[in-house]
């Protein structure tokens, strides 16, 4: 099986996790602005893009407020006219590392002091 490893934000009060998935629409025009701010917007993940302005992408946080608060920074990109949610899951976190155990799943919590984990992605 293939090793797959899993970042999660370093929060050891951390009781959930929450992933959400949205389709992002943006003028055509503005396309390419969009997918530039979409990649660099922290806990943002496109996973497909349209150039007709559609964007698929996962949002990954530890709370619902946090996702929210995503969403609402993704509206104010320019271009962006709406985001409509497709799915939201949240499970407990001890949990995620009981799954990921199960699956294969290496999960690595990036910390300052180990810089080297904060390069690892989905």
């Not at 660099?40 to 407020?65: C, L, M, N, R």
């Not at 497709?86 to 199960?102: C, L, M, N, P």
Request: aromatic share 6%; no cysteine; hydrophobic share 40%.
């Amino acid at each position: 099986m293939k090793d797959k490893t899993i970042q999660q934000h370093a929060n050891p009060t951390q009781d959930e996790v929450h992933i959400s998935s949205f389709i992002v629409y943006s003028k055509p025009d503005a396309f390419a602005n969009v997918a530039q701010a979409l990649r660099f917007t922290q806990g943002v993940e496109v996973h497909a893009e349209d150039p007709a302005g559609k964007f698929v992408v996962t949002i990954e946080g530890d709370s619902s407020k946090r996702i929210l608060d995503v969403v609402e920074n993704i509206g104010r990109i320019p271009g962006v006219f709406n985001t409509a949610m497709v799915y939201h899951q949240s499970i407990d976190a001890s949990a995620a590392d009981e799954d990921a155990e199960e699956f294969g799943i290496r999960v690595v919590v990036p910390t300052d002091d180990n810089p080297e984990l904060n390069q690892v992605t989905h």
